[in-house]
């Protein structure tokens, strides 16, 4: 297994999301130029609280049942969806990222209700910062894999969608050991801090 | 290197086209090590080389790009450094002594130190076993390509440079928003690793020539050194899940006039090109002369993801000086315990406060400076965008940072003092570092500017044996306080005249000249204006101090430097001119209403008691001022003109004017009877942003909201539901696996024999799932007033 983390990962933040994920619509919505600076204030602010940090462990297919996939490391995988998504793949690429937990305490000051417009803006900011995280270390991985003529998958699957069940969150965690970058996995499956997620793509 | 000299100032010198793909084409099965592979087949990889020589390359690439210890991995029993000799020793056979052979070096696949685990140089010992393998193999000069961290591209030209003299060209791969993967922009690349020593700088993969002549636009006003470029051919597309390049050999050398104009050296093709593609090249450019390189000098720094020039005419720049022990006891208490917490909220405020660059000092009694200036530099590097200076006596101090810094920082200071000059300016041209000059020889400050000059001249002399011209470095225009003799200021501001009229440029440490007297802020600024004045480029101030700062931009301003009007008048444009105005409302009204429209909860406090004071009923604001702002907002919101933040930020801001009238409507008993709602996040779930939403929302809308928070069992919502007789109750969960827990909750309160009505939402929650449940969904905080107000 090759695993490797990133320390820090540095990415333009992708604002056009993060304006979306906040219901901006470019043709309709209007911001003062003194809002625009508060609220681009509140981003940057958002922005300097999250240490972007990942890893990600390419793992080789060792056999493709009926029923399961059988990774290096004999690690099991029951799921139809992944094998459907893995077909003609011959290894795994786990990624996980996570923003750091001095972002979560921004966005949990909105639980005193006493500064939610600036918790709702570092909430989005750090959701689509750590989805594009995830983006990086594909493009990061891709970028290796295609001088070895290998290609990642487009798609991106995590736990927790279709039959792929959320309790692999348990096998993606230990796989990228996620304990490392400071994330726990609670009993139901949850990954703390809450501004991290775990995919996986296919390796052709 | 004479030759390649010879041969820019005449045409662009042809490099070859794509390995990997092209192996490809002639074999190399997928995911087999292209290095092994040729090992296996010189044959196939000399006639390569051949046929990029026969088709006009003047330097190919010796096939040893993956050829480092991390790529080989297990797949070879031969040590990395046989590998590459032999290698390179194919590709000199097959071209012969009329083409030349690049030592080809590209990443190991893994992120280095600050950014990755792998570490800084354990990497340039990597490197190194490539560098001895393709010098034994006779390689003419080498290239370190296809860098997408700034950080392995030093690492890789050190390596080279630590064994050889041969010349080194890099390129970087930038991708379609210009940065490269690890968020460095070209010229900041190009500063930093020209700074270096590299020979030539460039880009290659990623983009085809359309971007990619882009990007050597930007980086040739800047460059010292030749361009090189070798795009793939186009982008890459899809086909049957491969990834294919189709650009045709003459599309692709139909961009050869457009990277001439944009004053590209070196010239070849990645990703997808063959022979044929440079051939095409080769006949395009043939009589065509190259432009020339445009700096000679370049005053700038550089951190991994931001760059500062020292320009003519540019506002003068903010060194932050606050990391700096001396009188700050918890900073050093800090240092010496390793944490740097305070350190690091201290270089943040100055990055945000507009510190151009920032002076990391952190000697101070108890520290161990070299081995703390590892971590501090390992901490800065990733959170600090702004680029470093390096303040120390201690050259091991130095050293140890410019090894480390993926940038090129400052050396805070070099004097005339002829034990460090020559070890520290071997240093700066070492690591690519700009310095500080500093007039003195020993420890005595020379207070007379013929003085002065004399040491700035030995410093100036000596810095051009290792390639520093008068305009590569800072000068110290030695500040004295004013205190001990009034002449000092005179003496500094005359040391600033006679410097910038000799072509350095200069850098003043502002506070010492009001060292000893009263009203030291304001004796800073004047002398800062003044300073300006005579031309300072630089001062290392407090950026924290708003005096300061604003001295700085007034006379940045009134000295029409660049861009200063802008930065000037940046805080003067709070204008509104979106809002539609209330008719009927007294001037008052009107003022509150607009500054609840535009959520500034700072202004609310006032202008509500200024309404009140005017005579104006509390019931009267509520009914004519507060709720039609609500309901405009939530129209506005409805219709997309607002968005989530704005809508939030009223609704603050009209809690805040709930807050003060709340008292003064009982005293005046015009109060209705509140609806009771329990909101809380289901068991399991930690998430409660939306829940805080919907709450905030309720209240306004003249709810009494019970907020239970998160991670809440079914147990506890129904107690309180029945301990305050709640008739509505909300639930919001944003996972699959919590979401059913709002089921225990129903059924519960169902078995509790509870009237009480349910409003559920949260991301995976639908109107179907609300309807199974026996309850009713609401999107975002503004429907859930909406059907809160229809239950009630």
């Known amino acids: ?23 901006y619509s470019k043709d309709k919505t209007k911001l003062s130029q003194a809002e625009l600076a508060k609220f681009e204030s509140y981003i940057d602010f958002a922005l300097d609280k999250i240490n972007l940090q990942g890893s990600a462990a390419i793992i080789s297919i060792k056999e493709k049942t009926d029923s399961e996939i059988i990774l290096e490391g004999d690690i099991v995988i029951k799921s139809n969806s992944i094998k459907k998504f893995l077909i003609d793949c011959k290894s795994v690429l786990f990624m996980g990222a996570t923003t750091g937990s001095d972002i979560m305490k921004v966005i949990s000051s909105g639980s005193g209700k006493k500064e939610l417009e600036k918790s709702v803006v570092a909430d989005a900011v750090a959701s689509e910062v750590v989805d594009a995280a995830l983006g990086w270390i ?33 096998v993606i965690y230990n796989v990228l050991n996620l304990a490392k970058l400071g994330v726990q996995l609670k009993e139901s499956y949850i990954l703390k801090p809450e501004k991290t997620v775990t995919a996986l793509c296919g390796i052709k | 290197m004479e030759k390649l000299n010879n041969l820019l100032k005449k045409r662009v010198i042809i490099l070859d086209g794509a390995m990997g793909t092209q192996l490809h084409k002639m074999g190399l099965p997928p995911g087999v090590s292209p290095e092994i592979w040729c090992l296996d087949n010189p044959d196939i990889l000399t006639k390569l080389h051949q046929e990029y020589k026969k088709a006009g390359s003047d330097i190919v690439y010796s096939a040893t790009f993956g050829a480092n210890r991390i790529k080989l ?36 696949g893994k992120l280095i130190e600050p950014f990755g685990n792998l570490k800084f140089n354990q990497a340039v010992a990597i490197f ?47 991708e379609k928003d210009g940065f490269t993967l690890g968020g460095t922009d070209p010229i900041t690349a190009l500063i930093t690793i020209q700074g270096m020593g590299a020979f030539a700088f460039g880009c290659n993969c990623s983009t085809g020539p359309e971007a990619m002549v882009e990007i050597i636009k930007k980086i040739k006003p800047y460059a010292k050194v030749p361009i090189l470029a070798k795009p793939n051919a186009g982008l890459p597309k899809l086909r049957a899940g491969e990834t294919v390049f189709d650009m045709t050999p003459a599309k692709f050398a139909s961009f050869s006039k457009q990277f001439l104009l944009a004053g590209v050296n070196f010239f070849g093709g990645c990703c997808g090109t063959s022979p044929a593609h440079i051939k095409e090249l ?36 903010v060194i932050g000086e606050c990391i700096n022990p001396t009188g700050k006891k918890e900073l050093s208490r800090q240092l010496k315990n390793k944490d740097f917490s305070l350190l690091r909220e201290l270089a943040k405020k100055q990055q945000s406060a507009g510190a151009d660059i920032l002076d990391i000092n952190i000697g101070a009694v108890g520290v161990d400076e070299k081995e703390t200036i590892f971590e501090v530099v390992k901490l800065l590097a990733k959170d600090i965008k702004i680029p470093l200076e390096v303040d120390s006596s201690n050259v091991e101090v130095i050293e140890e940072f410019l090894r480390l810094y993926p940038g090129k920082a400052i ?34 400050i020379p207070k007379s500017l013929s003085e002065r000059k004399k040491n700035i001249e030995t410093i100036s002399k000596e810095a051009k044996k290792y390639g520093f011209n008068r305009d590569d470095f800072l000068v110290d ?63 290392i101030a407090n950026p924290l101090s708003i005096q300061t700062m604003e001295a700085k931009k007034a006379a940045d301003f009134l000295l029409a430097k660049k861009g200063s009007k802008e930065v000037f008048f940046a805080d003067l444009t709070k204008k509104n001119e979106i809002y539609p105005a209330k008719k009927n409302l007294k001037e008052l009204e009107e003022k509150l209403y607009q500054f609840l429209l535009e959520g500034q909860k700072d202004q609310i406090k006032t202008g509500v008691n200024e309404a009140i004071a005017s005579g104006i009923k509390p019931y009267s604001l509520v009914d004519r001022v507060l709720i039609p702002a609500l309901k405009q907002t939530g ?115 169902k078995k509790e024999k509870l009237g009480c009505k349910f409003i559920v939402g949260g991301a995976v929650v639908t109107k179907n799932y609300a309807r199974q449940l026996g309850a009713k969904y609401a999107s975002d905080g503004l429907a859930a007033v909406k059907v809160a107000n229809k239950l009630k």
Do not use: C
């Open chain 1, 1 to 23: 297994m090759d695993l490797e983390f990133f320390e820090s990962i540095n990415l333009s933040p992708p604002k056009d999301k993060i304006y979306l994920r906040l219901k």
């Open chain 2, 282 to 317: 080769k006949k395009n450019l043939k009589g065509k002369k190259p432009k020339g390189t445009i700096r000679k000098n370049l005053a700038a720094v550089s951190s991994a993801r931001s760059h500062f020039i020292f320009e003519k005419n540019d506002s003068l720049a």
């Open chain 2, 73 to 108: 991995g297990q797949s070879s029993k031969v040590s990395p450094e046989k590998i590459n000799k032999k290698l390179a020793s194919i590709a000199k056979k097959a071209v012969g002594k009329n083409s030349l052979v690049a030592g080809d070096i590209g990443p190991t």
């Open chain 2, 477 to 539: 225009a030695l500040v004295l306080s004013a205190s001990s003799d009034s002449k000092n200021p005179a003496q500094t501001l005359a040391t600033i005249k006679w410097a910038k009229k000799s072509g350095y440029k200069t850098v003043i440490g502002l506070s010492n000249v009001s060292f000893g007297l009263p009203k030291r802020k304001t004796i800073n600024s004047v002398f800062l204006n003044l300073a300006q004045k005579e031309g300072l480029d630089s001062v």
């Open chain 2, 635 to 749: 129209e506005l919101f409805d219709k997309r003109i607002y968005f989530l933040p704005q809508l939030i930020s009223t609704a603050e801001a009209a809690k805040v004017a709930f807050g003060i009238l709340q008292p003064k409507l009982k005293s005046t008993a015009k109060t209705r009877q509140k609806t009771v709602i329990v909101l809380a996040t289901v068991k399991g779930d930690i998430h409660d942003i939306g829940k805080n939403i919907v709450a905030l929302m309720l209240e306004n809308h003249g709810f009494k909201v019970i907020d239970l928070g998160k991670d809440i069992s079914a147990d506890k919502i129904i107690q309180e539901v029945k301990r305050y007789k709640a008739p509505l109750v909300g639930l919001s969960a944003l996972m699959t696996t919590t979401m059913v827990k709002m089921e225990d909750v129903v059924k519960l309160a």
């Open chain 2, 128 to 174: 190194k076993e490539q560098v001895k393998g393709l010098l034994a193999g006779g390689v003419d000069l080498f290239v370190v390509e296809t860098m997408i961290d700034i950080q392995e591209a030093r690492a890789a030209l050190l390596a080279i440079k630590e064994l050889t003299d041969k010349p080194v060209m890099v390129s970087m791969t930038f």
């Open chain 1, 138 to 170: 594909a493009d990061y991985k891709a970028r290796i894999l295609r001088r070895e003529n290998r290609f990642i998958t487009q798609q991106r699957f995590s736990a927790g969608y279709g039959d792929f069940d959320l309790s692999y969150q348990k």
């Open chain 2, 411 to 444: 050396i805070n200071s070099i004097s005339a003092d002829r034990k460090k000059i020559k070890k520290l300016l071997s240093l700066a041209s070492k690591y690519g570092a700009t310095f500080i000059g500093l007039p003195i020889t020993g420890k005595s």
